[in-house]
């Protein structure tokens, strides 16, 4: 039995309130943490693969994710990308730059700027917006 149990007593409600602040300040951490994630939620920070150098011969760059349509998809391949190219050689691949997806072959697409169509009118959007804002009707 101590000889000042007050003391004591108050030690322990000092401990306690400490304690109690702490779990607080843990669980508005969390909340901080939380919010900040779903705020981001579009912006996942981890990527969904590990990267791949570009695979065209003789180039270190790293490679961007490349999509073969679905019918050119090896077996079992899942949802991986198949194929990685960097910036520099997706379009020569037969890659869209914009969203990976292969449209070799289509002669608008191999000779044009090395977006497809999809990726191209999204660039039109933002362009004709910039457009008419700058100009003075
Ligand atoms: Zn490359
Ligand atoms: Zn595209």
Redesign the pocket.
Known sequence: MSENPKLDADAFYAQQEREHNEMLDQIEVEREEQEWFDANEDYPTEPEWEAQP???EG???M?NPCWLPEFDKPEGHGDEPDMW?????MHGSGFCRGCGTFWGGIESFDFGSGFCEHCESEFDDDFDDEYYDDFDY
């Open positions: 570009c695979q065209h180039c270190t760059a490679g190219y960097c910036d520099a050689h």
